[in-house]
């Protein structure tokens, strides 16, 4: 297989289109319940975690940084919105950075934050890639490999984390509660059928 065979790989392209699918899903962020959006988070989230493993092993053709498209108003915009959606859950603990454990420690953590940073890397990387030049394609994936590695890998496993824990968590509540309607039914119908019988 050429490099060109490489860089246009069908796979590659795929795992393009989820990162553009996923960013254009937290650009408009559908009006929704929360238990939907974790659902989506999960779903696809746990994809492109999968997808950045399968990409490519390429050296890279230049050493300089590579082109960041994501301005700070389109960042914040973003932020705002996951902030919005999430709303009080988005603040929680966590551990500070594992890459020193001799200095890790308990700190605050915003999930809106972590998806947002997520956010950037990825449209970053698509928007490069989708210039369509080799080069660009190129070190679209070298970048968005290493940086996944380095840094947003982990932001994603960290959202993850909280994700599920927040959709279990809300799952179980809303089982609770119907399960509670259910007994509150059972005991008016058991009291209407006594009171007939008496």
Known sequence: MTKIDVLLDSKNKEFVRLCRKYCEYLERLPDQEILKF?????????AIYKGVLELPTIEARYSYEADKFVTEKAYNKVLKGLA????????????????????????S??????????????????????????????DALIECANTFGEYWGVKMLTSLRIIHVN????????????????????????????????
Do not use: C, H
């Open 38 to 46: 974790w659902e989506v988070q999960l779903e696809m989230l746990s």
């Open 84 to 107: 919005g959606l999430i709303g009080e859950l988005d603040a929680f603990p966590d551990i500070s950075d594992l890459s020193y454990p001799d200095s890790a420690k308990m700190v």
């Open 109 to 138: 953590v915003n999930l809106s934050e972590l998806l947002t940073d997520i956010y950037q890397e990825l449209k970053d990387f698509v928007l490069l890639y989708e210039t369509e030049t080799l080069e660009n394609m190129n």
């Open 167 to 198: 959709l279990y968590q809300q799952r179980y509540a809303e089982n609770k509660q119907n399960l509670d309607l259910d007994i509150d039914i059972e005991e008016v119908i058991g009291d209407y059928t006594g009171d007939e019988e008496a």
